[in-house]
């Protein structure tokens, strides 16, 4: 692995396969800028390769099918340019990884941006994890690995990769700002103008509920999304009705109105998310 972040994951695997004791299912931060891509397309490459040793011999018959882009045993799920993973597509890639393997090795199913599957989606991909077949490896990548159903990440083995880190944008943290403010009725809430803008906020939403929780706990700096905001976390002070289970239940809400959205794009998701505000403001004020 060329990224010095991407080695030590690597290792990990290429150990857990020689062990034969390689994981039915991984899942990992999707972060292509750093390398996640590709270090799912180098390890699908190797788990195909007929020849391999720590890596691929990229001479094999599989490593060229695979080069070629068309080797029939890995499918594969990108989430992302798309707004949501359905079902349907889940249950395809299912019917693929079932049978057996066309070059009599390994079968590899990835999914890209994970926390875009629809609930029925997610439900289908955790029966195949349930009674997972042989020979077979699911590598999963997420944005956000907690939007991902706790079940399913229970059938899944984490892959710690130590990214370099990704401060948010000085947007962002405004953004977050701006939200923490219209929660305490100091300036209005922000105006969600159609259903991009508001999926948009509703990240921002659970990021500030999770950031919330986490003054709340006294959580160290670098376990908070938005650090430029932690002196506005402060007057949660003077909320003495706030506590953990409050702010939990506010990023579960955030992540189910998500999976609702995905799984119905139809419903009004400004008007949903306006609504979950309002509640939080009046909550906040101890108007509830």
Known sequence: MAAPWLRDAWLRLVTAFESNRLAHAYYLKHYPDKGSNSFIEQFTKYLLCQSKGKSACNQCKSCLLYAAGNHPDTWILDGTEASRIGVDEVRDLQKNIVNKAN??????????QAEKMT???????????????????????????????PTLRSRMQWLSIPYPEAEQTDEQTAQAAELFDALHKLTPLPELKDKAVAAEWLN??????????????????????????????????????????????WVSECRQLR??????????????????WSRWSHFLLGEE
């Not at 991909?125 to 020979?135: N, T």
């Not at 509920?209 to 002070?237: I, K």
């Not at 119905?264 to 998310?273: A, D, F, M, R, W």
């Open 103 to 112: 070059q009599g090795g390994f079968k590899v199913a990835v999914i890209l």
């Open 119 to 149: 609930e029925q989606a997610s439900n289908a991909l955790l029966k195949v994890l349930e009674e997972p077949p042989a020979d077979t490896c699911w590598l999963i990548s997420t944005k956000e690995p907690e939007q991902l159903l």
């Open 204 to 249: 921002t939403s659970e990021r500030l509920a999770s950031d919330m929780l986490a003054q709340l706990n006294r959580l160290p700096a670098e376990r908070f999304y938005f650090p430029g905001v932690r002196e506005r976390y402060e007057r949660l002070t003077q909320c003495s009705w706030l506590t953990a289970p409050h702010l939990s239940q």
């Open 259 to 276: 999976q609702t959205y995905q799984g119905s794009p139809g419903v009004n998701l400004p008007l949903l998310l306006t609504l979950i």
